[in-house]
DNA sequence: ACCTGAACACCGTTCAAGT
DNA sequence: ACCTGAACACCGTTCAAGT
């Protein structure tokens, strides 16, 4: 729930409706920049001048870019927080798995770019495995489980497959909607496949993606080897 | 293959065995120190002085830092052909499918901070998914697949539930390796776990992790779902 | 042929100073 | 209370100059 500051950072209430700065509107902003430019070119002066303030005023509301980049992942868990969770209420443990997956990829679609930091900056906890590493997300999981009767060895176990195959599935597909940065490094000749033949034979075939389909397919099955307890 | 330089990079030989620099010491160095330091440590200039030399001089050899670290991926690519193909011949499709896992699992967990890169760097070509992303390797998985009777589509089928998979559970084991830089943020509190019951009750069983038997479990029901074709 | 020094434009971050 | 200017140590990268 945002970044944690040193010290009494307390808020009493704004003036007004002013132009003042914000954490949440720090976040929400590089979050946009990412979305839009990619993790390595937001930088503090940057994205202080998108807010029409120097750079140096940022640290006032964030205590360094690391942080900030972990602020950004948290804005995304929020955001995945509200596509599943609000105001929702389940039939089955399977319409609940089911819709938690859609979820986090809905979340992962949008944010393509800021995806791979979900999935890839070190946690501060061990029990947080990316890509669902919001605490108030993981003790919903736990406790919509249990609500459907399984008990807290086969909640875990559910929790860390699920984890695994969101993490599998989504960062391959938006690692395919991430471009290389400009210029993209030459589009790979068909030269270069000459000493690969069947890649060359096969690479339209490998191109070809049909991530949601292989998405659900997958699901589909992961949600069966739950329901067969061969999980 | 290494890093491509714009032009013509003539190797007539180093004269003696001189201390001289050479692009594959540089990017063997390059990997040594993020697998030590990690990714964001890694500079030109300290890559220099580890070599013993001005960061400049490293452009004689490498066009630039990103190409760098692309070139480290390249590298623990090549030691995953290695590892997983000199010199072997596989009695079935499912004990290839089975070695090949382990291999990659192997190259992962002896380079853990590398992994990431290997699993988020955006690749030239959409056919090379994450983390299997060498032509060599690929052209060879695709070969023995064939070998074995697999016909084209059905081996791009296999390479892409395979690609994912490794994804998924590797990346999951090796963020867990990875550790935070110094200081560690905090080793949360059990006081932030207030607000958070079951994370609390079942933090000892989140925080256990058999990636040896997760991962040959998950693997097993890959290899049969190839089986029954029902991939 | 290979490396370096100096330089440039840009970082993250700190802190005293302004309003 | 909140932002800025100036400063510091450090980046990646270029290029003329040294050997």
Redesign the interface.
């Known amino acids: 729930m945002g970044v944690d500051m040193p010290e009494g950072t307390k808020d009493p209430a704004p003036p007004v409706a002013r132009r003042t700065l914000d954490q949440s509107t720090i976040l929400r902003e590089a979050a946009r920049f990412i979305d839009t430019h990619g993790r390595d070119r937001l930088t503090m002066r940057r994205l202080g001048a998108e807010l029409g303030v120097e750079a140096m005023a940022l640290y006032r509301y964030v205590p360094g870019r690391?942080q900030l980049l972990d602020g950004v992942v948290e804005l995304v868990m929020d955001e995945l927080y509200e596509i599943t969770m609000t105001g929702r209420r389940f039939e089955s443990w399977q319409s609940y798995l089911e819709q938690m997956a859609h979820g986090v990829r809905t979340a992962a679609v949008r944010h393509p770019r800021i995806f791979?930091l979900v999935?890839?900056r070190?946690?501060?906890?061990?029990?947080?495995?990316?890509p669902l590493r919001s605490?108030?997300w993981?003790?919903a999981f736990?406790?919509q489980l249990?609500s459907f009767g399984f008990d807290?060895?086969r909640?875990?176990q559910v929790?860390?497959?699920f984890?695994?195959?969101?993490?599998?599935?989504l960062?391959?597909e938006t690692?395919?909607y991430?471009?290389?940065?400009d210029p993209?490094?030459?589009?790979?000749e068909p030269d270069?496949?000459a000493?690969?033949?069947?890649?060359a034979?096969?690479?339209d075939?490998?191109?070809e993606?049909e991530f949601a389909e292989?998405f659900d397919d997958?699901l589909e099955?992961l949600i069966n080897?739950v329901a067969l307890e061969?999980l």
């Open positions: 690391d791979p999935a890839t070190p946690s501060a906890a061990p029990w947080l495995r990316p605490l108030r993981v003790e736990l406790d249990a807290a060895e909640s875990v929790y860390r497959s984890a695994t195959f969101l993490l599998g599935h960062l391959l690692a395919t991430d471009e290389r940065p993209p490094p030459a589009p790979l270069d496949l000493e690969y033949p069947r890649i034979r096969l690479s075939e490998l191109s993606a292989e997958a099955d080897r061969r």
